[in-house]
């Protein structure tokens, strides 16, 4: 059974940070490509941020140099450090999976940024 649980989220003010992490489990995490998505109200889902399973990354232009993402295969762990947070980037973040063929989703968490 496939499954990615995100935590890390919550409220943080302008500026601050968050780490997010993503535990997955139910798949061979290590071959997929793993990212990081986000939905605002109102808004279409966007891509945040992918690592590939050689550990390269690619970021949307509105957090890089902003936010990192990393993975530990050991752990089928995939994080995503946010710093500098600003109201805009308040939504709900998924963690994503994704292999030919294979498009796997978690639940999301919150993160809002607000003073």
């Known amino acids: 059974q496939v499954q990615l649980v995100e935590s890390g989220g919550g409220l943080v003010q302008p500026g601050g940070s968050l780490r997010l992490s993503c535990a997955a489990s139910?798949?061979?995490?290590?071959?997929?490509?793993m990212g990081w998505y986000r939905q605002a109200p109102g808004k279409q889902r966007e891509l945040v941020a992918v690592?590939?399973?050689?550990?390269?990354?690619n970021y949307a232009d509105s957090v890089k140099g902003r936010f990192t993402i990393s993975r530990d295969n050991p752990k089928n762990m995939v994080y995503l450090q946010m710093n500098s947070l600003k109201p805009e980037d308040t939504a709900v973040y998924y963690c994503?999976?994704?292999?030919?063929?294979?498009?796997?989703w978690g639940q999301g968490t919150q993160v809002t940024v607000s003073s």
């Open positions: 690592i590939t399973s050689s550990d390269s990354t």
């Open positions: 994503n999976a994704k292999r030919v063929n294979r498009d796997y």
């Open positions: 139910g798949f061979a995490f290590d071959i997929y490509y």
